[in-house]
């Protein structure tokens, strides 16, 4: 069920007190990919979640708004990058679900599709379920799964994952050209430590990872192991004794 189409009536009746706030991210990914990928694959896992476990359940659970700007300060030397503070970002999702909870819904799983939101969503969802009436957790679908390719940026899986879910979004034209000027790994790392603090000082393009190796078939896989990922979660979240 997703809440921005349903009437008021339908989410008062909704007997849940589960509810998914998918999050995600306005950054660069590449001369290949839209601007929106991490809010486009995050809302992609939430519905495909939330169906699996209506599937085993038959249990509806409302899918609030995806959050689109997100802690991204890493990506600002790339045209259309947007982001926030964590204070920011973690005031917004708070007050989302407490928006959530004051109707009903205050067990929330935030599926989150931005690597630099992690760090924020930890630290909120701790927040919230010590001191409001709710209980949150957040659940990064990409950290969550055998993902089979490695994860990059804007890279072969989430670039797999555009392929099955908008095959339109990918500028196919510019794949070798995101391949050249990729980089080989996220930063630069001397005794553990990341020297980078942002992504253009190790790839030319946005790119971590080679891109022309994605395919709708690993990206078909990924939704579901993420899906299936995400309604186990939903189980435990809904059972679990606060």
Request: one cysteine or more.
């Amino acid at each position: 069920m997703q809440l921005s189409e349903a009437t008021w009536p339908e989410i008062r009746d909704c007997e849940s007190d589960l509810a998914v706030l998918p999050t995600g991210s306005t950054e660069q990914h590449g001369p290949h990919a839209p601007l929106g990928t991490d809010a486009k694959t995050s809302a992609a896992v939430a519905e495909a979640g939330v169906e699996t476990y209506r599937e085993r359940t038959g249990a509806d659970v409302p899918i609030a708004p995806t959050i689109p700007i997100g802690v991204a300060a890493e990506h600002r030397a790339f045209d259309g990058t947007l982001w926030v503070s964590p204070d920011t970002f973690r005031a917004y999702v708070r007050e989302t679900v407490a928006s959530l909870a004051h109707h009903g819904f205050d067990r929330v799983v935030i599926v989150n599709g931005h690597g630099g939101n992690t760090n924020a969503l930890r630290e909120v969802t701790g927040a919230i379920s010590r001191e409001d009436a709710a209980y949150a957790v957040a659940f990064t679908w990409f950290d969550s799964i055998d993902t089979e390719a490695e994860m990059g940026h804007a890279g072969p899986v989430e670039t797999s994952l555009l392929y099955h879910i908008d095959d339109e979004a990918i500028c196919e034209a510019e794949l070798e050209t995101a391949r050249e000027g990729a980089g080989e790994g996220w930063g630069e790392w001397v005794a553990g430590v990341n020297l980078a603090h942002d992504s253009d000082e190790f790839t030319d393009n946005g790119v971590v990872g080679d891109p022309t190796t994605a395919t709708a078939d690993l990206g078909e896989r990924l939704l579901a192991r993420s899906g299936e990922g995400l309604a186990d979660l939903l189980a435990a979240v809904d059972s679990r004794d606060r």
